[in-house]
Structure formats: structure tokens, C-alpha cells
Nanobody, 127 residues
Framework: QVQLVESGGGLVQPGGSLRLACAGS????????VGWFRQAPGQEREGVSC????????LYADSVKGRVTISRDHRKNTVYLEMNSLKPDDTAVYSC????????????????????WGQGTQVTVSS
């Protein structure tokens, strides 16, 4: 059974940091491009970042550039999203997905032909 399992979410104060993890089970993430997405209550899902499976090129949404770093550890079959200087506007459910191609549309990173989604992890930024 293929699963993407996110972890690392939680409650953090503004200016704080979190590291989210997306672990693959029954799937080798190195064979896919992996993206992180978020959805806040009442809003559409938006792309946050994407990392290619071959050379590891990365894409970021303008709203998180300079504050977020996506990376992958092939040995652990895991993709990470390091988030710093968090703001209340970053509050959302964050989900990872594995697909075939990272690309940009309207300055947002997206993922073509998504094959698998994780269940999501809640990130709440509040004092």
C-alpha cells in the first residue's frame, strides 16, 4: 500500500520555525517530483514548493521565498519543508504530493500528474 505520511506540524508563535516531513511508504520518492501544498480554511489549495526528482531543482511560491527550504533525503525516502519566520498567514493544512513534473503557473509551484497525496498536517501560527 502506497502512503505519503506528513509530520512535523503544530502550533508555533509568529517568527518561529517548523520542519515538515513527507515520508514515503510503499513508494520510492526519488522516482518522483514532490510538492508541498497548503490550504487555509475557506481558501483554495495553493502550491508552496516543489522539488524535482532528478537534479533536485526547486521551486517556491513568492509568499514563502527566503523563508522556506525544500529538500530530500533519498536514504530516508523523505522530503522536508523547513519553514522559518512563520507568519499567521502561513496557518493552513500542509500536504505533500508525488507526481511527474514540477512547474510554475501564475508564479505558483504546481505538480503535474499527481500520483499520490498525503493526509496533511496542521500548521498554526499564533501568539
Amino acid at each position: 500500500q502506497v502512503q505519503l505520511v506528513e509530520s512535523g506540524g503544530g502550533l508555533v508563535q509568529p517568527g518561529g520555525s517548523l520542519r515538515l516531513a513527507c515520508a514515503g511508504s510503499g513508494v520510492t520518492l526519488a522516482n518522483y517530483h514532490v510538492g508541498w501544498f497548503r490550504q487555509a480554511p475557506g481558501q483554495e489549495r495553493e502550491g508552496v514548493s516543489c522539488i524535482e526528482g532528478d537534479f533536485g531543482a526547486t521551486l517556491y511560491a513568492d509568499s514563502v521565498k527566503g523563508r522556506v527550504t525544500i529538500s530530500r533525503d533519498h536514504r530516508k525516502n523523505t522530503v522536508y519543508l523547513e519553514m522559518n519566520s512563520l507568519k499567521p498567514d502561513d496557518t493552513a493544512v500542509y500536504s505533500c504530493a508525488a507526481g511527474y513534473r514540477c512547474y510554475v503557473r501564475d508564479d505558483a509551484p504546481l505538480l503535474r500528474s499527481v500520483q499520490f497525496w498525503g493526509q496533511g498536517t496542521q500548521v498554526t501560527v499564533s501568539s
